[in-house]
């Protein structure tokens, strides 16, 4: 099958949350596809890396680190941005499509089989047939280590088919409530599911009812549990508008300079958890140098958090990022704060319905001088309007508009030279604002 043949027969599947209430996620369905398959997810070792805000900063920073290290490394995450293939990567490089379309067709024939011998009962969903690629194409190009986002949740996801060498759970905030439980104790229930018995997380306090659900997890599954704490450092004091993370820290009994292009305070966490895996992974064998760290640390690659993008003759300065929930809003909203002081800022917003709308139009938008909303390229999408009556509770007067395209050209004749223009909200319009943005001039 070509490439975009696969591509179309992927999204025919359906999205993974529209699933109807008889085709519930079931592990044993995954499995049974991966026996079919010959089992690659046992032969290259794994993390797994689930939380509501920072898996993915985590993740990249992670497989940065053990790439610097010399390892041949797989990170699957989801979702992308502009292209699916992004989701599967090896040592930093997206899968072809000549190996997408190749992992794709090795899948699905065996699919077709077990469908037809009745050993699966319903064809596996989107999310279950690109992580099955991701496993397979793994194990053809010879992966040593994957790092392993987890989709959603992770108790069910997919991805927890692995026997991970560590897992990670990152900050756990209030996010798919339709799926995953009404409260942070709930949502962490589904998270902990990563901890397998006598397995090892690495985790940060946070929330009280996330901290005693893991914790409680640890112990009723003999599992042993690492704090990244001391690889938070306090901000020194005057440096409370410091959101750039470079700073000095003890690491294996060296000191290393950590230099990310992440951005924001909220992104010290996350590399707090990406060191302190680093250092477990060497412990359990996966050799990893304090040097190694820094490298990794400073040639993380991760568009769509805090990226900036120069000013030129076809647009402002313009800030790209994917705060679609309350926690990341709050995040995005300091970093801003820190970085963008005394600055003219102009919000271009787009979001799903099924977040929470109201609490981080209420976050943001007071932040900006103006506002454009307008709906994001997905059936899930909510209306410029329903945005746009949101802002205006929290005091703004956005201006709508049908598209991004004309969201974007609305943002920028409004934007004064010296300006900021910030894109964020929904992932789905940041890929659009980078697909817009590699358009030739």
């Known amino acids: 099958m070509s490439y975009a043949s696969a591509v179309a027969a992927l999204y025919d599947l359906g999205h993974e949350l529209a699933r109807t209430p008889s085709h519930k996620f079931d592990l044993a369905h995954m499995r049974v596809l991966l026996d079919a398959i010959r089992n690659p997810q046992r032969k290259f070792k794994s993390i797994l890396i689930a939380g509501t805000n920072g ?37 930093g490089a997206f899968i072809t499509d000549d190996d997408f379309s190749s992992a794709y067709d090795y899948v699905e ?25 991701a496993f397979y194409h793994f194990t053809a190009v010879g992966v040593q280590v994957a790092v392993l986002e987890v989709g959603m949740g992770g108790r069910l996801d997919a991805t927890n088919v692995v026997e991970p060498v560590l897992s990670v759970i990152t900050d756990i905030d209030l996010d798919h409530q339709k799926f995953l439980g009404n409260t942070i104790a709930e949502i962490a229930f589904e998270k902990a599911g990563i901890i397998h018995e006598r397995g090892l997380v690495v985790t940060l306090p946070q929330h009280p009812q996330a901290n005693e659900v893991i914790g409680k997890a640890v112990i ?11 690889y938070v450092p306090p901000l020194a004091p005057g440096s409370e508008q410091n959101a750039y993370n470079r700073y000095s820290l003890m690491v294996m009994g060296e000191s290393i300079m950590v230099d990310s292009p992440l951005v924001g305070r909220h992104q010290r966490r996350n590399l707090a958890l990406a060191i302190a895996a680093a250092e477990q992974l060497n412990e359990a064998g996966v050799a990893i140098t304090a040097e190694a760290i820094e490298r990794g640390i400073r040639g993380t690659l991760w568009p769509g958090r805090f990226q900036v993008i120069a000013a030129n003759e076809r647009h402002p300065e313009i800030i790209l990022d994917v705060a679609h929930n309350p926690a990341g809003a709050w995040a995005l909203r300091s970093a801003l704060s ?15 319905r099924d977040k929470a709308v109201d609490e981080v139009t209420q976050i943001l938008f007071p932040l900006a ?16 309007a329903d945005i746009a009556e949101s802002g205006r509770r929290s005091g703004s007067e956005p201006i709508e508009s049908a598209n991004f395209t004309d969201a974007v050209s609305k943002a920028i004749e ?28």
């Open 220 to 230: 009723e599954r003999g599992a042993r549990a690492v704090s990244a704490a001391q």
């Open 55 to 91: 898996k993915g900063s985590t993740a990249a920073t992670l497989a940065s680190i053990l790439r610097a290290a010399g390892h041949r490394v797989g990170l699957y995450t989801s979702p992308h941005l502009v292209r699916v293939n992004e989701r599967i990567r090896v040592n």
């Open 414 to 441: 409004i934007t004064p030279g010296r300006g900021v223009l910030v894109i964020t909200g929904s992932i789905y319009l940041v890929g659009e604002a980078l697909q817009w943005l590699q358009q030739p001039e």
């Open 369 to 384: 001088d103006r506002v454009v909303v307008t709906a994001v390229d997905n059936p899930r999408s909510a209306t410029a």
């Open 109 to 133: 024939t065996a699919v077709s089989k077990l469908i037809e011998e009745q050993k699966l009962p319903w064809h596996p969903s989107f999310f279950e047939m690109l992580t099955a690629m």
């Open 338 to 352: 820190e970085t963008c002081e005394g600055r003219s800022l102009t919000l271009l917003f787009g979001v799903l």
